[in-house]
């Protein structure tokens, strides 16, 4: 995404719920980006599933998951609603990752050891089945990484964060937010609400 400021589109999609899907971008194609990415991700899953969908009730489909796009690393937020517009949505994406930035500057050492950990076990994970196999070599190959070990890459990069760095990485994720997201929502039956922020 090369243009400054937020990016919105709205479609439209026959369906009385709102939708919003939320994605911010990397800045780069490194395996250092994609680490810092993945595991921010990892870490916002189950809060973010838990503040937006069983404490506030905005959705049932909640998720914050990272989205690898042309090989340029990033994080996508998404969210459908019967009870909410994508703008509500967005705010209480956006007051979800200000309480986590909080939370990340008082984590202790050992709880994120086991954030990192868990995610080194994920990425690690031997393959189920023959599907999954290929799917993973097709990825490397059409990504032109012919020596087929892109987990084994980031898994390195992973294992190189620190506590730290990664509270950086969420200052440098919140200036993202501000300058570099793209909002793609439906209204729904929400036709009255304003927009997510953005041109």
Known sequence: LEA???????IDVEHGDAALALYVQGRDQSWAERARFGLLAHMMSAPYFNDLRTERQLG???????WVQANTPGIIFLVQSPVAPASAIEAATEAFLASFREDLATM???AFEAERAGLLSKVLE??????ERSNRLWSDLDSRLTTFDSRER???????LDLPAMRAFAE???ARLRDGRLAVWSDGAFTEAPAPDGA
């Open 4 to 10: 400054e400021g937020p990016l919105r589109r709205r």
């Open 60 to 66: 049932y489909v909640v998720a914050a998951q990272p």
């Open 108 to 110: 202790t050492p050992e």
């Open 126 to 131: 031997a393959d189920k089945n023959l599907g």
């Open 154 to 160: 980031v898994a390195e990069a992973i294992r190189a």
């Open 172 to 174: 440098d994720f919140a």
